[in-house]
């Protein structure tokens, strides 16, 4: 069973938390790289270190690799009356709404030491909101050809409850995912999410009616993620 470190930075600004992650993830391509010199000198390797980050954002919108600026429908000065910031990033995607209530998550995993296919990975990050939402009653599904948690998805009603956007090298990932929990809705009005412009975007608390305990939403997170890629999260 792999042991991988469990951080939470709470409400941190996320440029902070990307350069955060890039010096992890760079941390642990150094050492894969590394351990290719060992191994042709026959020397012991160092083992990778993989890690789970949880956190909350500031107002702010992001912009994938394969996304297009005019999904975003505001201007600078219009996004500083918001509160909010702008950022195009180097994750797979398009844009997308990051803001206080909604759950974060960042793994940055050596996919060596799990299975090395990226489509699994997608998937099993997605199976982890799905069995959070079913613990609520929810039940939510995929869209073929569209990553996300998404409800009602066979028919009209669909919206979206969960991005997805990843970035990997050498099988290290970052980035990772964003649960719709107590997240204000309103934001998504300035973008068109994932550039998709048919569907709508939805929240556990407007799902369900009432605020969620965030504390509670990451330890049912956590417990399902543990268990799909079998791990142990340590401190």
């Known amino acids: 069973m792999q042991h991988v470190k469990y951080i939470h930075l709470g409400l941190i600004d996320y440029k902070e938390a990307w350069d955060y992650q890039a010096t ?22 160092e083992k990778t270190q993989s890690k789970l980050i949880f ?5 702010v919108f992001t912009l994938g690799k394969s996304g297009h600026l005019s999904h975003l429908l505001v201007n600078e000065e219009q996004l500083a009356a918001k509160g909010a910031r702008f950022y195009k990033i180097n994750r797979g995607g398009d844009i997308t709404y990051h803001g206080p209530g909604q759950l974060v998550v960042y793994p940055i ?27 609520y009653g929810i039940v939510s599904g995929r869209i073929e050809g569209s990553t996300g ?26 980035h990772g995912f964003a649960f719709n929990v107590n997240s204000d809705l309103n934001y998504f009005a300035n973008i068109i999410p994932c550039g ?28 399902h993620l543990t268990t799909l890629f079998k791990i142990k999260l340590v401190e």
């Open 109 to 135: 995993f050596d996919l060596d030491c799990f299975f090395t296919d990226i489509h699994k990975y997608l998937r099993y990050l997605e199976e982890s909101v799905i069995l959070t939402l079913a613990e």
């Open 149 to 174: 948690v998404w409800l009602d998805w066979d028919n009209a009603k669909a919206r979206k409850i969960c991005a997805l956007g990843v970035r990997s090298s050498r099988w290290v990932t970052m």
């Open 24 to 45: 992890l993830f760079q941390a642990v391509i150094d050492v894969k790289r590394a351990n290719r010199v060992r191994e042709k000198e026959g020397n012991p390797l």
């Open 196 to 223: 998709i412009s048919d569907k709508a975007v939805t929240s556990l608390q407007n799902e369900l009616g009432r605020p969620i305990d965030m504390r509670e939403v990451q330890d049912r997170v956590k417990k």
């Open 55 to 59: 956190c909350e954002h500031p107002h």
